[in-house]
Each structure stands twice: as structure tokens, then as C-alpha cells.
């Protein structure tokens, strides 16, 4: 059972033949044609329906956002009642923008001014465009593992295989080599790796991007001091630091992870869980490097989206975050990820397996393998065989987790008690099965 490899590891799946005759392979994104493939028909707090009527416990929460639950009452009510007075103006200003605009400078602690667009890939490219324009520099550096979207400057290098780690590995055909030469890929808790790659590229490096907690391999903590000493190195390098948080912001608190850790980075991406599913994320960060878009009058960078800060999303998001800023939101949420982790590592304890149990807040994975989990090359020894076959098993049972190895579970504020310890039934049994085979 034992097939050790980090490639995708869900396998794909056959679509109905409806949906694969227009769509090609029948999904609208990749990794949603995976065992099982489902035919969504209605999501409702902690559940998915498909259209035969068999419910799952979401986990998957498509990638991060419904941090509340799916179709959450206040932000449905929110939504109803702005679409009865506002569709897209597309000139000017509308007071949910500012509002939320407010919203999230008050929040996120490197805000100091913010501009909306619709999808975390297109802040992380507007934050490395601006990076580049202030320091005149073509170079970036991203780290192994991490993920920010789908364009050529971040795509590569993140679920690599183990011959690729340290090499060239693009996630997609098409891309312009000379603009991935332009990423040097460190490794995630190495400050070593960062200080050799910037005296290697003395003042080229126009920016470091980094998930500050990389949840696109599950969970790797920072190591203490590692993101200060980065903060520190970017400093006196006069290198842009992004957080890319576009899976931390809010998850992980209403201040996103530099609110928990403390450090303050220039630029900020933010996406995902800040509107519990609609379509928007968010750029903000210092107020000179802000300045630059031509947003502004005399900006220099340009920035421009159709459907930039649509009142639907700015809805969605108001209503999510001011469901987040009752402090007994992320107390539920912590409570339930806490638990789940716990009872995890117990479970693999006693029913012998090799396992370490990760995450954060509301965020719990396992992987198949000895601690420690400080960097990609550490994720290499997880047993993705044995991952595959648990999840198979779990989805079977009613349990959705997400379609590849080395991903993350995330629970939500409609996730309940009962649910944490159902779920830890089922993966003991799972486990049980498996190990008696
Ligand atoms: C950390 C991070 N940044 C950026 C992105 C890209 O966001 P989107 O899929 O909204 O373009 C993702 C998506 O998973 C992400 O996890």
C-alpha cells in the first residue's frame, strides 16, 4: 500500500458524460474531478449535498473560504438586501467598498491602505508587479511548497516531487521559462537559504513571498524567529515582504497570522475566508507602496479589474467579518480544531501508526510519517499511499477531505462538537481497518 510519492494523489475521476461534452474534463478547476466526483446540488452549514441526496462533512471548505458554514444565514441576508439596491456601478465609489475598506485597514496590522480585486491570484500578481516597481528589481523568491495562484511568476515549485525539489518544476506547460528564471525557490524555516539566495542575487531581489503559515502542504509552522529574521533580512535588503495570506487571513484571526506572530510585513494578499465564499481578495499594505497604484492620480502601476470591489462580495465579506469580530466565533473555532487534533493523535498512538498530527487554529491534518514537519523536504517522507487510501475511506464513510496529499482540513463556525468527535469515530475505524489489513 506503501507508494511514496508527493504527486497529486487523489486520482482523477470519470465526470457524467453531460458535464464532460462542454466542460473539458467536466470541472471548472482542477482537483475538483476527484474521487468521488461529485454532482453538487445544495451546501448548507457544515455539509454538502450531492444529487442523490448523500450529505458530507466539509473539510475540503473549497480550498479555505466558508469559515462560517455554507450559506450562512447574515451573510445571505446581507447579500438579499444589497442586490435589491446595487448591481455594478463600475464609476466611482460605493459606501460598502469604503466600509469595508475600513474594515479591513482596522484588522490586518501592515494595512495601511487596501485595494480589492477578485481572487487571490490576481493580488498576489498586482503585489509582485508593485514590488517590482518601487525597487526598480526583477527578481522574486518564494519558498518550496508554497502556493500563490496560477500565474508564471508563483507558478512552481509547490507539490514537487522529490526529483524536483531544488530544480525547475513548473506547474503548468505555456509558461514563459525567462519569467520563472526570475523565482529562486528557498526553503520555508531556512533563513540560510534566503541570506545565500540574496548575496547570490545582491540587489535584485525585488520582493520575498511567503504563506506565513504554508497550508498549501498542510501546515508548517514557522520556527521561532524565522519570519522576524526575514522581516530583519528583507529590511536591510531593501526587498519587498509579502504575506500571502490569502488562506490565513481571517482563518487563522481577524489580524491574519502577523497579527498572531507579530511581525509586520510591507505588502499583505488577502482572500478566501474574508467573504466565507464570494469572489474577492484583497491587496493592502504600506501607504507609500500603495500610493504607487494608478488608482491614484500620478500612480505609476497599473491596477484596473470589471469586477473589482463588486457590492455583492463587499456584502458577503462585511457580514463574514463582523460574524468574526464576536471573540466567541474563533473561540468555537480554535476549540474544534484543538479537538480534532488531539484526538487524532491518540488515535494514531494507540492503533500504532507512524503519524504527525499539524496545524493550527482551525486547521488539523495527519501525515503519514515521523515528526519533524519544518520544511517541504521533511513532507517527503509522508506515505501518500496510506493517505489516499484513509481519504478514500473517509469520503466513503462521509467525510470530505481535500483531494490531495498534504492538504489541509478546515472546520467552520457551523461545525460542531458532535461532528469533531463523529468525524474521530470514523477515522479511528478507517485506521483500525487499515491497519488490521
Ligand atoms: C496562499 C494562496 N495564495 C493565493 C492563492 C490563489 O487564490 P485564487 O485561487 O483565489 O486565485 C491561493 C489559492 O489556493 C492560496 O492558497
Given at each position: 500500500m506503501s507508494t511514496k510519492t508527493n504527486a497529486v494523489a487523489a486520482g482523477k475521476e470519470s465526470p457524467p458524460g453531460a458535464a464532460s461534452?462542454?466542460?473539458?474534463?467536466?470541472?471548472?478547476?482542477?482537483?475538483?474531478?476527484v474521487y468521488p466526483f461529485l454532482a453538487v446540488a445544495r451546501t448548507e452549514g457544515a455539509w454538502i449535498y450531492d444529487s442523490a441526496g448523500k450529505r458530507y462533512l466539509d473539510y475540503q471548505a473549497a480550498f479555505g473560504p466558508p469559515i462560517l458554514g455554507h450559506c450562512h444565514?447574515?451573510?445571505?441576508?446581507?447579500?438579499?438586501?444589497?442586490?435589491?439596491?446595487?448591481?455594478?456601478?463600475?464609476?466611482?465609489?460605493?459606501?460598502?467598498?469604503?466600509?469595508?475598506?475600513?474594515?479591513?485597514?482596522?484588522?490586518v496590522p501592515s494595512l495601511e491602505k487596501v485595494l480589492l480585486c477578485n481572487s487571490g491570484s490576481e493580488a498576489t500578481y498586482h503585489a509582485i508587479r508593485l514590488a517590482r516597481a518601487v525597487t526598480?528589481?526583477?527578481?522574486?523568491?518564494k519558498f518550496q511548497g508554497c502556493y500563490h495562484g496560477f500565474?508564471?511568476?508563483?507558478a512552481r515549485n509547490v507539490i514537487s516531487p522529490a526529483d524536483r525539489v531544488g530544480k525547475l518544476d513548473p506547474l503548468s506547460e505555456g509558461s514563459l521559462p525567462e519569467?520563472?528564471?526570475?523565482?529562486?525557490?528557498?526553503?520555508?524555516?531556512?533563513?540560510?537559504?534566503?541570506?545565500?539566495?540574496?548575496?547570490?542575487?545582491?540587489?535584485?531581489?525585488?520582493?520575498?513571498?511567503?504563506e506565513p503559515v504554508p497550508h498549501n502542504v498542510g501546515c508548517l509552522l514557522p520556527r521561532p524567529g524565522f519570519l522576524e529574521e526575514l522581516r530583519e533580512l528583507a529590511r536591510v535588503n531593501e526587498t519587498i515582504l509579502i504575506f500571502d495570506e490569502v488562506i490565513t487571513g481571517f482563518r487563522h484571526g481577524l489580524g491574519g497570522y502577523q497579527k498572531v506572530c507579530g511581525v509586520t510585513p510591507d505588502l499583505t494578499t488577502l482572500g478566501k475566508a474574508m467573504a466565507n465564499g464570494y469572489p474577492i481578495?484583497?491587496?493592502?499594505?504600506?501607504?507609500?507602496?500603495?500610493?504607487r497604484f494608478n488608482t491614484r492620480s500620478g500612480g505609476d502601476v497599473f491596477f484596473a479589474g470589471t469586477y473589482n470591489g463588486h457590492p455583492i462580495a463587499c456584502a458577503a465579506a462585511l457580514a463574514t467579518i463582523e460574524v468574526l469580530e464576536d471573540p466567541a466565533a474563533y473561540d468555537h473555532l480554535f476549540e474544534l480544531g484543538a479537538r480534532a487534533r488531539r484526538?487524532?493523535?491518540?488515535?494514531?498512538?494507540?492503533?500504532?501508526?507512524?503519524?504527525?498530527?499539524?496545524?493550527?487554529?482551525?486547521?488539523?491534518?495527519?501525515?503519514?510519517?515521523?515528526?519533524p514537519a519544518d520544511n517541504y523536504t521533511d513532507l517527503l517522507r509522508n506515505d501518500a499511499g496510506f493517505f489516499i487510501e484513509y481519504r478514500r475511506r473517509l469520503v466513503d464513510r462521509g467525510i470530505y477531505k481535500l483531494p490531495m496529499n498534504l492538504k489541509r482540513n478546515h472546520v467552520s463556525l457551523s461545525h460542531s462538537l458532535e461532528d469533531i468527535d463523529w468525524t474521530l469515530e470514523a477515522c479511528e475505524d478507517t485506521i483500525k481497518e487499515m491497519v488490521k489489513e
Open positions: 461534452e462542454v466542460i473539458p474534463g467536466g470541472v471548472n478547476s482542477s482537483l475538483r474531478n444565514p447574515r451573510v445571505s441576508r446581507r447579500i438579499r438586501e444589497t442586490l435589491e439596491t446595487l448591481d455594478l456601478p463600475g464609476i466611482g465609489i460605493t459606501a460598502l467598498e469604503i466600509e469595508l475598506a475600513r474594515k479591513l485597514v482596522e484588522h526598480g528589481r526583477a527578481k522574486i523568491i500565474h508564471d511568476a508563483v519569467v520563472l528564471a526570475h523565482t529562486i525557490v528557498c526553503e520555508f524555516n531556512s533563513l540560510d537559504s534566503v541570506v545565500a539566495a540574496m548575496e547570490r542575487n545582491r540587489g535584485q531581489i525585488a520582493a520575498v513571498i511567503l481578495a484583497a491587496l493592502g499594505g504600506r501607504a507609500d507602496l500603495m500610493d484526538g487524532l493523535a491518540d488515535i494514531m498512538a494507540r492503533n500504532g501508526v507512524r503519524a504527525t498530527v499539524a496545524g493550527y487554529g482551525s486547521v488539523f491534518l495527519t501525515y503519514f510519517m515521523d515528526p
